[in-house]
Protein backbone atom coordinates (compact mmCIF):
# COMPACT_ATOMS: atom_id res chain seq x y z
CA UNK A 1 0.00 0.00 0.00
CA UNK A 2 1.57 3.21 -1.15
CA UNK A 3 2.11 6.16 1.75
CA UNK A 4 -0.79 8.61 0.27
CA UNK A 5 0.33 11.35 2.24
CA UNK A 6 3.59 12.02 1.11
CA UNK A 7 2.14 11.63 -2.49
CA UNK A 8 0.13 14.13 -2.23
CA UNK A 9 2.03 16.46 -0.17
CA UNK A 10 4.58 15.95 -3.20
CA UNK A 11 1.95 17.00 -5.61
CA UNK A 12 1.21 20.08 -3.80
CA UNK A 13 -1.70 19.02 -1.70
CA UNK A 14 -2.80 18.69 1.48
CA UNK A 15 -3.69 14.92 3.12
CA UNK A 16 -7.11 14.85 4.08
CA UNK A 17 -8.92 12.05 5.11
CA UNK A 18 -11.52 12.61 2.13
CA UNK A 19 -8.44 12.11 -0.28
CA UNK A 20 -7.14 9.59 1.69
CA UNK A 21 -9.92 7.46 1.06
CA UNK A 22 -10.66 8.20 -2.29
CA UNK A 23 -7.06 6.78 -2.91
CA UNK A 24 -7.34 4.15 -0.42
CA UNK A 25 -10.42 2.98 -2.84
CA UNK A 26 -9.17 3.56 -5.79
CA UNK A 27 -5.76 1.23 -5.01
CA UNK A 28 -7.90 -1.62 -3.70
CA UNK A 29 -9.89 -1.76 -6.96
CA UNK A 30 -7.43 -0.60 -9.48
CA UNK A 31 -9.97 1.60 -11.92
CA UNK A 32 -13.15 2.94 -10.51
CA UNK A 33 -15.41 5.75 -12.11
CA UNK A 34 -16.37 8.63 -9.67
CA UNK A 35 -19.99 7.04 -8.73
CA UNK A 36 -18.08 3.90 -7.57
CA UNK A 37 -15.41 5.90 -5.94
CA UNK A 38 -18.39 7.89 -4.46
CA UNK A 39 -20.29 4.87 -3.34
CA UNK A 40 -17.07 2.68 -1.45
CA UNK A 41 -15.99 6.38 0.36
CA UNK A 42 -19.30 7.19 1.71
CA UNK A 43 -19.38 3.91 3.60
CA UNK A 44 -16.93 5.31 5.75
CA UNK A 45 -17.99 9.03 6.09
CA UNK A 46 -21.49 8.72 5.16
CA UNK A 47 -21.42 12.99 5.32
CA UNK A 48 -19.53 13.19 2.47
CA UNK A 49 -21.20 14.85 -0.87
CA UNK A 50 -20.66 13.36 -4.23
CA UNK A 51 -19.89 16.93 -5.28
CA UNK A 52 -16.68 16.95 -2.73
CA UNK A 53 -15.53 13.71 -4.18
CA UNK A 54 -15.77 15.25 -7.73
CA UNK A 55 -13.89 18.35 -6.92
CA UNK A 56 -11.33 16.04 -5.22
CA UNK A 57 -10.77 13.49 -8.41
CA UNK A 58 -10.30 16.46 -10.63
CA UNK A 59 -8.07 18.50 -8.56
CA UNK A 60 -5.63 15.13 -7.88
CA UNK A 61 -5.84 15.02 -11.62
CA UNK A 62 -4.48 17.61 -12.25
CA UNK A 63 -1.84 17.83 -10.26
CA UNK A 64 -0.58 14.67 -11.49
CA UNK A 65 -1.65 11.92 -8.04
CA UNK A 66 -4.52 10.09 -10.47
CA UNK A 67 -5.14 9.39 -14.38
CA UNK A 68 -8.65 9.50 -16.12
CA UNK A 69 -8.69 6.74 -18.41
CA UNK A 70 -11.69 8.00 -21.25
CA UNK A 71 -13.72 5.02 -21.96
CA UNK A 72 -16.50 5.21 -24.68
CA UNK A 73 -19.98 5.56 -24.12
CA UNK A 74 -19.67 5.17 -20.58
CA UNK A 75 -18.16 7.35 -17.46
CA UNK A 76 -14.24 7.59 -17.33
CA UNK A 77 -12.33 5.37 -14.44
CA UNK A 78 -9.36 6.70 -12.31
CA UNK A 79 -6.57 5.27 -11.40
CA UNK A 80 -3.16 5.89 -9.23
CA UNK A 81 -0.34 7.19 -10.90
CA UNK A 82 2.22 4.64 -11.95
CA UNK A 83 4.67 3.36 -14.47
CA UNK A 84 3.37 3.73 -17.89
CA UNK A 85 1.41 1.03 -19.10
CA UNK A 86 -1.39 -0.09 -21.15
CA UNK A 87 -4.90 0.43 -20.90
CA UNK A 88 -6.96 -2.29 -22.38
CA UNK A 89 -10.63 -1.05 -22.60
CA UNK A 90 -13.56 -2.68 -22.89
CA UNK A 91 -16.02 -0.93 -24.85
CA UNK A 92 -18.78 -3.25 -23.88
CA UNK A 93 -18.52 -3.40 -19.98
CA UNK A 94 -15.83 -1.11 -19.37
CA UNK A 95 -13.43 -3.01 -17.70
CA UNK A 96 -10.28 -1.58 -17.69
CA UNK A 97 -6.80 -4.08 -17.63
CA UNK A 98 -3.27 -2.88 -17.37
CA UNK A 99 -0.24 -4.52 -19.16
CA UNK A 100 3.30 -3.40 -18.94
CA UNK A 101 4.76 -1.69 -22.14
CA UNK A 102 6.91 -3.74 -24.10
CA UNK A 103 10.60 -2.72 -25.43
CA UNK A 104 9.09 -2.35 -28.85
CA UNK A 105 6.54 0.41 -27.85
CA UNK A 106 9.05 2.10 -26.44
CA UNK A 107 11.45 2.29 -29.19
CA UNK A 108 8.00 3.16 -31.56
CA UNK A 109 7.21 5.67 -29.17
CA UNK A 110 10.76 7.55 -28.95
CA UNK A 111 10.92 6.78 -32.64
CA UNK A 112 8.17 8.67 -33.41
CA UNK A 113 8.83 11.64 -31.32
CA UNK A 114 12.17 12.06 -31.49
CA UNK A 115 11.46 12.20 -35.55
CA UNK A 116 8.96 14.86 -34.72
CA UNK A 117 11.37 16.85 -32.66
CA UNK A 118 8.85 15.84 -30.06
CA UNK A 119 10.30 15.98 -26.05
CA UNK A 120 8.07 13.08 -24.97
CA UNK A 121 7.31 13.53 -21.02
CA UNK A 122 4.09 11.43 -20.06
CA UNK A 123 2.27 9.24 -21.84
CA UNK A 124 -1.23 7.07 -21.83
CA UNK A 125 -2.15 3.95 -24.51
CA UNK A 126 -5.59 3.18 -24.16
CA UNK A 127 -6.58 0.34 -26.50
CA UNK A 128 -10.78 0.08 -26.87
CA UNK A 129 -12.11 -3.38 -27.79
CA UNK A 130 -14.08 -5.91 -26.98
CA UNK A 131 -12.52 -8.71 -23.49
CA UNK A 132 -12.76 -12.17 -23.57
CA UNK A 133 -15.69 -12.19 -20.77
CA UNK A 134 -17.84 -10.51 -23.31
CA UNK A 135 -16.93 -12.16 -26.04
CA UNK A 136 -17.81 -15.07 -24.90
CA UNK A 137 -21.42 -13.74 -23.25
CA UNK A 138 -21.68 -12.68 -27.20
CA UNK A 139 -20.72 -16.35 -28.49
CA UNK A 140 -23.08 -17.89 -26.43
Same mark, same amino acid.
Given at each position: ???? &?????????? &???????????????????????????????????????????????????????????????????????????????????????????????????????????????????????????? &??
Amino acid at each position: MRDY &ATLLKESGLK &ATFQRMNILESIENHGHMSIDSIYEEVVKTHPSLSLATVYKNIILMVEKGVLVEVPITGKKPKYELIKEDHIHLVCTECGEVEDKPHMQETDTLLHTLTSNEHFKLQKQQINLYGVCSHCQEAV &AS
